[in-house]
């Protein structure tokens, strides 16, 4: 399992990707229409992510009930969120997807209890997240301690690796039922975003390709198809076997930092933030493999997705972490121009590059970077 922070701006999503100029009027809208008697919440939230920007909407909840409407060019993934006082954030919200038509979202408890119906692909979602609530419900206590942490300036590093190690059968598990679903839906447009969610926040290129092609012709031209077919592309152009794209980042001082002034190294492409306490987590097992592997030819470039307003935050983390390798940002946030060359949406990520400038790994962590490192610079061991 791999803990990874979700930039507000960008997301990894095919829904949440550029949406079509519609040669015509858009289709008929959606309405959302809330029936949660036992909620004790004032107002409910509506977030998602058109063309890279997040969208809000707001609407007053009387006695548990609540109306939104809207219109998209292609369905979009939302999340629905009903704070209220002394409930949990998961208990809040929930997932649903804004097409045109009219969905429910009806139930007696929780929102996040809630069942989401009206439209076609809320039914289907429905379903299939009837197929995966043992395997989630199971994740959901095993990520609890986690996320329950104290907003430290770092994490617990060995609380996430036990996390992970307990965490790891079933994330396969759910792996395993959505390629499951895909392969047995080849025709379903909704096998679309199950795919979005096998691919998750950090790139599976293989995987994410061969369960994309083994999709009927309709489907991989419908509108989120085509989108789909964006990310095929770049993903090819990031898969190990690949050349790493070129790219330079000015470092604190201004100074850039360039990929190509260290060809002939093993070079690792690190993408972090200074609030994204995964990667914080993740800094004292870097400092320590740097300092193992750097007499062998083994670099670090640290590329930060903070932006302009957290630069005093990104210089703050780079000494209270003790990074002394470079580290560059061009403080556009997840706009960042190095990430977006590499597809990145959500940090950590990181990609190894060999000394001819060619991807040889990505987003390898802990004890994976160590034994990949001491594979390749056998001198180390």
């Not at 004790?40 to 609540?66: E, P």
């Not at 009903?82 to 009219?102: D, H, I, N």
């Not at 957290?310 to 703050?316: G, S, Y």
């Amino acid at each position: 399992m791999k803990f990874a922070c979700l930039g507000l701006a960008v997301t990894s999503s095919l829904l949440a990707g550029t949406q079509p100029k519609p040669k015509t009027a858009l289709p008929t809208g959606y309405i959302v229409t809330g029936n949660l008697p036992a909620s004790r919440a004032k107002m409910a939230y509506l977030r998602y992510i058109i063309n890279a920007k997040t969208q809000f909407d707001s609407a007053r909840v009387t006695n548990g009930h609540f109306q939104f409407k809207g219109r998209v060019a292609v369905p979009v993934k939302a999340r629905l969120t009903l704070p209220q006082a002394g409930t949990v954030a998961e208990a809040t919200a929930v997932t649903l997807y804004l097409e045109p038509g009219s969905i429910t979202v009806a139930g007696l408890g929780a929102v996040s209890g809630a069942t989401v119906s009206g439209t076609p692909l809320n039914r289907e979602n429905q379903q299939f997240r009837t197929q995966l609530k043992p395997v989630q419900d199971r994740l959901n206590g095993i990520y609890q301690p986690f996320y329950a942490q104290a907003n430290t300036e770092r994490p617990d590093t060995a609380l996430q690796h036990r996390v992970a190690v307990q965490a790891a059968p079933f994330l396969q598990q759910r792996q395993d039922l959505y390629a499951a679903y895909i392969k047995a839906h080849p025709t379903a447009i909704f096998s679309l975003l199950v795919l979005e969610e096998y691919d998750g926040l950090l790139p599976k290129p293989d995987g994410y390709v061969a369960l994309y092609e083994g999709l009927a012709p309709s489907v991989r031209n419908s509108a989120l198809g085509q989108l789909a077919q964006q990310k095929v592309e770049k993903l090819r152009q990031i898969g190990v076997g690949t050349p790493a794209p070129a790219f330079s980042q000015p470092d604190s001082t201004g100074k850039l930092v360039r990929l190509a002034d260290w060809r002939g190294h093993y070079v690792l492409v690190d993408f972090w933030a200074s609030w994204c306490k995964p990667c914080r987590a993740e800094n004292p097992h870097l400092v320590k493999t740097y300092a193992t592997y750097k007499a062998q030819g083994f670099m670090i470039l640290s590329i930060s997705v903070d932006n302009e307003k957290q630069r005093a935050a990104w210089l703050k983390a780079i000494r209270y972490d003790g990074l002394t390798w470079p580290q560059a940002s061009d403080l556009k946030g997840m706009h960042n121009e190095a990430a977006r060359s590499y597809g990145v949406v959500a940090v950590p990520q990181n990609f190894l590059i060999d000394p001819q400038g060619r991807i040889v790994a990505t987003n390898l962590t802990g004890e994976a970077l160590t034994k990949k490192l001491t594979e390749l610079l056998p001198a180390a061991k």
